[in-house]
Each structure stands twice: as structure tokens, then as C-alpha cells.
T-cell receptor
Framework: AQSVTQLGSHVSVSEGALVLLRCNYS??????LFWYVQYPNQGLQLLLK??????LVKGINGFEAEFKKSETSFHLTKPSAHMSDAAEYFC?????????????FGAGTRLAVHP | NAGVTQTPKFQVLKTGQSMTLQCAQD?????MYWYRQDPGMGLRLIYY???????DKGEVPNGYNVSRLNKREFSLRLESAAPSQTSVYFC?????????????FGDGTRLSIL
């Protein structure tokens, strides 16, 4: 069964530092992978998605993620953190279950950005 | 362009009461979803509607019912609320037919069951 694991429930970086949020997936078939961001008291926004085209996927707000099959990873990065990046980030994978496809979310990583 | 609109934003219920959460989208999307979000568990799919006129169970459908009233609206009903249903509920939509991956989310309904 497909699943995702996000390593680290909380990550703290300084403004201007590299952001690295880790996500590992488990899938017996080529996965469709996603990153979402949730700002306080809001719903989720799609940052980017991997659908078996280019392994390096660029998203909104300067984020990107690289699909590495050998490491079963889809880590999210941003070269230089801004204060506005403080939010919770969710990795997700499309899973097939009971005859339909559904999105399975990781538990989330809360990113704090310090001045 | 409002996107996905959920009402109410907050609600407190007593155990056993019933309630309907409303959701509407103005993007002419085909698929709509209801999720619940609980601390440390990400989002879990309750029900989804892959197109107008169809609804299907997700991961955690017990205790809930849904209605896809038309292409715009997708409501979630709790017939007899239980404390375990205290959560933040999100409605979402996507353009594609088939109910795989939500694109746009509402701002959520924070529901407390006493």
C-alpha cells in the first residue's frame, strides 16, 4: 500500500537559510506525489506535484522538490527562507484502495522561520 | 473569485445533536471532497464526489453522510454527533473528474462536540 512519511514534525530555520523538508514514500507502483502548504487558520494549497515527468519539480513561492526513486524520497527545498514561509507542510501520495484512487497525507511538518 | 466557501467557520455541538456542514465552489469543478484534520494525523478523506450525481466513501466515512446537491455544492451531515468527531473539517475541489487529487481547499470548519 502506498504511504508517505515526513521526517520531523517541526523544523526551524533562520531567515535566508536553506529550507529542507523531508518526505519518503512507499509505493509498489510509480507514485504521484504532492506537497501542500497550510497557513494558520486556512485550508491547504497545492505547492507542487510529481506525475512521472521531470524528476525536479518546481512549485510556487520558490519551492522545488526532487523525486529520487533510489532513495524513495521527495524532499521539499527552498534556497532562502522568508518569514512568510512559516506554515505547516504536507507531503501526499496517490494511493489505490478499494477500487478507487485517493490522496494519502503525511502527518505534516511545521516550519518556523526566525529573524 | 471566492474559490471554495465553507459554512459555518466554527460550531459547538452537544453529543447526539445533528448538523450539516455546507460547501460551495464557484470554479465549475467536477470533483469535490470532505476531509477531517486531526493533530499529528494529516488529513483523512471522509467522502468524495467524483462528479455531479455521484458520491463515494473515503477512509473514515462512519458517522457521516454527504449530498452532492448540484455541481457547486457538497454538504456533509453528522446525524448524531460524537466527541470523536471533534475536528477541523475541510472541503476541497478539483477540476478533473474521478476524485483523485484536490486542488483548492476551503478555510475549514472547526467543530467541537461536547
Amino acid at each position: 500500500a502506498q504511504s508517505v512519511t515526513q521526517l520531523g514534525s517541526h523544523v526551524s530555520v533562520s531567515e535566508g537559510a536553506l529550507v529542507l523538508l523531508r518526505c519518503n514514500y512507499s509505493s509498489s507502483v510509480p507514485p504521484y506525489l504532492f506537497w501542500y502548504v497550510q497557513y494558520p487558520n486556512q485550508g491547504l494549497q497545492l505547492l507542487l506535484k510529481y506525475t512521472s515527468a521531470a524528476t525536479l519539480v518546481k512549485g510556487i513561492n520558490g519551492f522545488e522538490a526532487e523525486f529520487k526513486k533510489s532513495e524513495t524520497s521527495f524532499h521539499l527545498t527552498k534556497p532562502s527562507a522568508h518569514m512568510s514561509d512559516a506554515a505547516e507542510y504536507f507531503c501526499a501520495v496517490i494511493a489505490s484502495s478499494g477500487g478507487y484512487n485517493k490522496l494519502i497525507f503525511g502527518a505534516g511538518t511545521r516550519l518556523a522561520v526566525h529573524p | 473569485n471566492a474559490g471554495v466557501t465553507q459554512t459555518p467557520k466554527f460550531q459547538v455541538l452537544k453529543t447526539g445533536q445533528s448538523m450539516t456542514l455546507q460547501c460551495a465552489q464557484d470554479m465549475n469543478h467536477n470533483s469535490m471532497y470532505w476531509y477531517r484534520q486531526d493533530p499529528g494525523m494529516g488529513l483523512r478523506l471522509i467522502y468524495y464526489s467524483a462528479s455531479e450525481g455521484t458520491t463515494d466513501k473515503g477512509e473514515v466515512p462512519n458517522g457521516y453522510n454527504v449530498s452532492r446537491l448540484n455541481k457547486r455544492e457538497f454538504s456533509l451531515r453528522l446525524e448524531s454527533a460524537a466527541p470523536s468527531q471533534t475536528s477541523v473539517y475541510f472541503c476541497a475541489s478539483s477540476e478533473e473528474t474521478g476524485g483523485r487529487q484536490p486542488q483548492h481547499f476551503g478555510d475549514g470548519t472547526r467543530l467541537s462536540i461536547l
